[in-house]
T-cell receptor, first 115, second 114 residues
Framework: DAMVIQNPRYQVTQFGKPVTLSCSQT?????MYWYQQKSSQAPKLLFH???????NEADTPDNFQSRRPNTSFCFLDIRSPGLGDAAMYLC??????????????FGPGTRLTVL | AQSVTQLDSQVPVFEEAPVELRCNYS??????LFWYVQYPNQGLQLLLK??????LVESINGFEAEFNKSQTSFHLRKPSVHISDTAEYFC????????????FGKGTMLLVSP
């Protein structure tokens, strides 16, 4: 089945220790997104790639970076995680086309714990 | 820019009772509308969407939502809920340009008890 895959599902890191979360998709979608979701809150868009074009949200901290080496993969790098970065990180994809309404397909998420 | 308001942060209901989860949006342009459901420790799943055509849209598991342009609403309803419907529900909107990100509401937690 075509899907969005996130690894790992649970990640534990130490305060200040860099961490990378990965996302892959078999949908061949041209847009990939990273969201941060804290407990009982809506997902907050961090950034997204439209093909190779990177789009950063204005309030995304510099501590968060992303890479998209090819259509299928996208990575979220947190350079120096703080306690406030503990959250669920969601990857999503969409195919931009007329009338598609930007329906996004989400992965299962990676829950990040910062000790 | 768009905004989405989900006034109810939590809706408790008994099994087999009807439920309505409210969603209102604000936008200066025409929009697409979505409802997503999130079960604990999982990603979001699309429940239903309004793109065009009939203002009443239905999901495969008995939910429906009606787009009301004059009231700028897209409320989600189900005539008889199950325990398994317990989850967080997010309303979202995007504009009708070819490329637009989603704006989410804050979510409504539906709690179904026996």
């Amino acid at each position: 089945d075509a899907m969005v895959i996130q690894n790992p599902r649970y990640q534990v890191t130490q305060f200040g220790k860099p961490v990378t979360l990965s996302c892959s998709q078999t949908l061949n979608h041209n847009v990939m997104y990273w969201y941060q979701q804290k407990s009982s809150q809506a997902p907050k868009l961090l950034f997204h790639y439209y093909d190779k074009d990177f789009n950063n949200e204005a309030d995304t901290p510099d501590n968060f970076q992303s890479r998209r080496p090819n259509t299928s993969f996208c990575f979220l790098d947190i350079r120096s995680p703080g306690l406030g970065d503990a959250a669920m990180y969601l990857c999503a994809t969409s195919r931009v086309s007329a009338g598609a309404g930007n329906e996004q397909f989400f992965g299962p998420g990676t829950r990040l714990t910062v000790l | 820019a768009q905004s989405v308001t989900q006034l109810d942060s939590q809706v408790p209901v008994f099994e087999e009772a009807p439920v309505e989860l409210r969603c209102n949006y604000s936008s200066s342009v025409s929009v697409y509308l979505f409802w997503y459901v999130q079960y604990p420790n999982q990603g979001l799943q699309l429940l239903l969407k309004y793109l065009s055509g009939s203002t009443l849209v239905e999901s495969i598991n008995g939910f429906e939502a009606e787009f009301n342009k004059s009231q700028t609403s897209f409320h989600l309803r189900k005539p008889s809920v199950h325990i398994s419907d317990t989850a967080e529900y997010f309303c979202a909107v995007s504009d009708r340009s070819g490329y637009s990100t989603l704006t989410f509401g804050k979510g409504t937690m539906l709690l179904v008890s026996p």
